[in-house]
């Protein structure tokens, strides 16, 4: 059963934008780091963004980086992604995922890290 649950996912136009949404589920804690994946067939997951509790940001050292926002609500108790000017080379299965730990920055790329998932949710860039 997944401790976390994506919304948010769809199909948008090349330079479109998207926000996704990750909340946990009834019985799941709060968790300290959190942060997003993504994978697309055939490959890795690979890191996207994290936040700590305290909103502390570390973001994906590529082109991402001035693309994805990740955010936090901590009294709503949810995540987002603000995603813009979307490629195709974007699409993917987008993942959350929460770690107890206030994870150091060279750990919050690694998804071993993370305790907590979600089922992931689709993001199709195409024309």
């Known amino acids: 059963q997944a401790l976390l649950v994506e919304s948010g996912g769809g199909l948008v136009q090349p330079g479109g934008s998207l926000r996704l949404s990750c909340a946990p589920s009834?019985?799941?804690?709060?968790?300290?780091?959190m942060a997003w994946f993504r994978q697309a067939p055939g490959e890795e997951r690979e890191f996207v963004a994290a936040?700590?509790?305290?909103?502390?940001?570390?973001n994906r050292a590529n082109s991402l980086k001035g693309r994805f926002t990740i955010s936090r609500d901590n009294a709503k108790k949810t995540v987002y992604l603000q995603m813009n000017n979307l490629t195709p080379e974007d699409t993917a299965v987008y993942y959350c995922?929460?770690?107890?730990?206030?994870?150091?920055?060279?750990?919050?790329?690694?998804?071993?890290?993370?305790?907590?998932w979600g089922q992931g949710t689709q993001v199709t860039v195409s024309s």
């Open positions: 995922a929460g770690s107890q730990s206030n994870l150091i920055t060279s750990s919050m790329p690694d998804p071993r890290f993370y305790d907590a």
């Open positions: 009834e019985y799941t804690s709060t968790r300290n780091t």
């Open positions: 936040i700590r509790l305290n909103g502390g940001i570390t």
